[in-house]
């Protein structure tokens, strides 16, 4: 006995000594923010501490506080990426706590600077995020539009987890008007790809979600298995928004089967952690199911009490400020949507104008090479034709050279050969003459009636003719030489007078 209280004692003085160690957690930083007061990142970066803080500690109203100031220092300083994830960090918190049109305003801050600085895989988170805070506000086809902008976004990156958080956010909306089939088939869609990333609390969420389906299709033993599986993934991960939609769930279908305390026991659950985040949204649920248990169970004075407090809930979230605010920021969301359209229509004609002048420009350019590139080309064939006119004038010239000499030529063989003709006429005679006499003398020594005196001198005279033939001949053979250019010329000293 007594050794059991010992360890009950221990057990609370260690929840006490663990519950002052984390209240005294933020005011350790709170003096952090005295010591960085000059130093804005790490003034900064101890907001964000104490803010995550608080959100581990399930007070998220405390942890907007102090993301207010940092958002507030990162504007001053134009840190950008920075105020965007705090923006985004605000923007989930504010939709938890059901302050939709404030969950709008943040993400869609957000969402721009990410636009401005090409940050598309945080863009596709962000479409789902407004267009969650749209769903729970009660607009689905403004909340439908977001999901496929996401969906859209996530397929163009071949982003599978982006692609999956869409298909699950898609679902919801057919769910919601009472598609189940095709919502089926969309959770299908997202638990395939779901199952190959480690990530249990988007996993927990489509489980969840299918279950719901299945309770509205009166399925309720399935619809049970999903929201338990659900709520043993929740509690794994520690996400208690997730857990309090399970243990909601899981009553309602316990009302259904007549089950009013096993009811009782997940609605009480649920309500402590609704308490801890102060979240509006299951605080509204709560109520609502639990004026359904008390009806059920015929209890008319509670049914009562929790209806009051149900539709004081529901004003809560949806007042006519709420309203006209959620209207005035959409139609500020509708403008900036329509300027920004505008810009994009600016840089598309922009583009086009600088196009065309980029086009004139390369035609220009184009023109000028392509003249230039004609004018070296009839430079090139101007010199060439002029080197072929003077070559050809050359040979031409060469060629009239040779024509003329060869007429020279022509003519001089000509009068050669007339002369030849005249010399070989005139030769004819010459060699006849000593010829004839050689015959005549030799037909006078054949006559043996002849004297030894006549006779002698018939071989005189042809000897005589002989001799002047052979002249003759000697002559002709020199003439021959001469003109065949082949006489040898022999120099000999003489006496000038002589000759």
């Given at each position: 006995?007594?050794?059991?209280?010992?360890?009950?004692?221990?057990?609370?003085?260690?929840?006490?000594?663990?519950?002052?160690?984390?209240?005294?957690?933020?005011?350790?930083?709170?003096?952090?923010?005295?010591?960085?007061?000059?130093?804005?990142?790490?003034?900064?970066?101890?907001?964000?501490?104490?803010?995550?803080?608080?959100?581990?500690?399930?007070?998220?109203?405390?942890?907007?506080?102090?993301?207010?100031?940092?958002?507030?220092?990162?504007?001053?300083?134009?840190?950008?990426?920075?105020?965007?994830t705090i923006y985004d960090s605000m923007g989930k918190t504010h939709l938890i706590l059901g302050n939709y049109d404030l969950s709008?305003?943040?993400?869609?801050?957000?969402?721009?600077?990410?636009?401005?600085?090409?940050?598309?895989?945080?863009?596709?988170?962000?479409?789902?995020?407004?267009?969650?805070?749209?769903?729970?506000?009660?607009?689905?086809?403004?909340?439908?539009?977001?999901?496929?902008?996401?969906?859209?976004?996530?397929?163009?990156?071949?982003?599978?987890?982006?692609?999956?958080?869409?298909?699950?956010?898609?679902?919801?909306?057919?769910?919601?008007?009472?598609?189940?089939?095709?919502?089926?088939?969309?959770?299908?869609?997202?638990?395939?790809?779901?199952?190959?990333?480690?990530?249990?609390?988007?996993?927990?969420?489509?489980?969840?979600?299918?279950?719901?389906?299945?309770?509205?299709?009166?399925?309720?033993?399935?619809?049970?298995?999903?929201?338990?599986?659900?709520?043993?993934?929740?509690?794994?991960?520690?996400?208690?928004?997730?857990?309090?939609?399970?243990?909601?769930?899981?009553?309602?279908?316990?009302?259904?089967?007549?089950?009013?305390?096993?009811?009782?026991?997940?609605?009480?659950?649920?309500?402590?952690?609704?308490?801890?985040?102060?979240?509006?949204?299951?605080?509204?649920?709560?109520?609502?199911?639990?004026?359904?248990?008390?009806?059920?169970?015929?209890?008319?004075?509670?049914?009562?009490?929790?209806?009051?407090?149900?539709?004081?809930?529901?004003?809560?979230?949806?007042?006519?400020?709420?309203?006209?605010?959620?209207?005035?920021?959409?139609?500020?969301?509708?403008?900036?949507?329509?300027?920004?359209?505008?810009?994009?229509?600016?840089?598309?004609?922009?583009?086009?104008?600088?196009?065309?002048?980029?086009?004139?420009?390369?035609?220009?350019?184009?023109?000028?090479?392509?003249?230039?590139?004609?004018?070296?080309?009839?430079?090139?064939?101007?010199?060439?034709?002029?080197?072929?006119?003077?070559?050809?004038?050359?040979?031409?010239?060469?060629?009239?050279?040779?024509?003329?000499?060869?007429?020279?030529?022509?003519?001089?063989?000509?009068?050669?050969?007339?002369?030849?003709?005249?010399?070989?006429?005139?030769?004819?005679?010459?060699?006849?003459?000593?010829?004839?006499?050689?015959?005549?003398?030799?037909?006078?020594?054949?006559?043996?009636?002849?004297?030894?005196?006549?006779?002698?001198?018939?071989?005189?005279?042809?000897?005589?003719?002989?001799?002047?033939?052979?002249?003759?001949?000697?002559?002709?053979?020199?003439?021959?030489?001469?003109?065949?250019?082949?006489?040898?010329?022999?120099?000999?000293?003489?006496?000038?007078?002589?000759?």
């Amino acid at each position: 006995m007594k050794n059991s209280i010992h360890i009950v004692l221990f057990f609370a003085m260690f929840c006490i000594s663990f519950g002052l160690q984390a209240q005294a957690v933020p005011d350790s930083l709170k003096r952090k923010l005295k010591q960085y007061e000059n130093n804005n990142d790490k003034t900064i970066e101890t907001y964000l501490q104490i803010a995550k803080f608080y959100e581990t500690q399930n007070n998220l109203s405390k942890a907007i506080e102090y993301y207010l100031p940092a958002s507030e220092l990162c504007e001053l300083t134009n840190r950008d990426l920075k105020l965007a994830t705090i923006y985004d960090s605000m923007g989930k918190t504010h939709l938890i706590l059901g302050n939709y049109d404030l969950s709008i305003e943040y993400n869609h801050k957000a969402l721009l600077i990410y636009e401005k600085n090409g940050s598309n895989v945080k863009l596709i988170r962000l479409f789902q995020n407004i267009g969650n805070a749209y769903y729970y506000y009660g607009k689905y086809e403004k909340a439908l539009k977001y999901y496929e902008e996401s969906y859209e976004l996530a397929t163009k990156l071949n982003n599978k987890q982006g692609i999956a958080g869409s298909l699950n956010n898609i679902a919801i909306i057919y769910r919601n008007t009472k598609r189940y089939e095709k919502a089926l088939k969309y959770y299908t869609k997202a638990l395939i790809i779901k199952h190959k990333f480690d990530d249990k609390i988007s996993l927990a969420k489509t489980v969840y979600n299918i279950g719901i389906v299945y309770q509205n299709m009166k399925e309720y033993e399935k619809a049970l298995n999903n929201f338990k599986e659900a709520l043993a993934l929740s509690k794994n991960e520690k996400y208690f928004y997730g857990l309090a939609n399970c243990y909601l769930s899981i009553a309602e279908i316990k009302i259904t089967q007549q089950k009013f305390d096993d009811a009782l026991k997940n609605l009480e659950s649920s309500y402590k952690i609704a308490k801890q985040l102060d979240a509006k949204n299951l605080k509204k649920e709560y109520f609502r199911i639990l004026t359904r248990l008390y009806f059920e169970k015929k209890d008319f004075p509670q049914t009562l009490v929790y209806y009051k407090k149900y539709a004081l809930s529901i004003d809560s979230i949806f007042t006519s400020q709420s309203d006209n605010k959620m209207a005035k920021y959409e139609t500020k969301l509708e403008n900036e949507s329509h300027q920004k359209k505008l810009q994009q229509k600016k840089a598309k004609i922009q583009q086009i104008e600088l196009r065309k002048k980029r086009n004139q420009r390369n035609f220009i350019i184009l023109i000028f090479i392509t003249i230039t590139i004609f004018i070296a080309i009839f430079v090139e064939r101007f010199h060439s034709n002029k080197k072929i006119n003077q070559s050809l004038k050359r040979k031409n010239k060469q060629q009239q050279e040779k024509l003329k000499k060869l007429q020279q030529a022509m003519e001089q063989t000509k009068i050669s050969g007339r002369l030849k003709s005249v010399f070989l006429s005139n030769l004819s005679h010459e060699i006849q003459k000593p010829m004839s006499s050689i015959v005549k003398f030799s037909n006078l020594l054949n006559d043996d009636s002849l004297s030894e005196e006549k006779k002698k001198h018939c071989i005189k005279h042809i000897m005589k003719n002989g001799n002047e033939l052979l002249e003759l001949i000697q002559d002709i053979i020199d003439i021959s030489h001469v003109d065949a250019e082949q006489i040898a010329i022999e120099k000999q000293t003489s006496d000038r007078n002589s000759l």
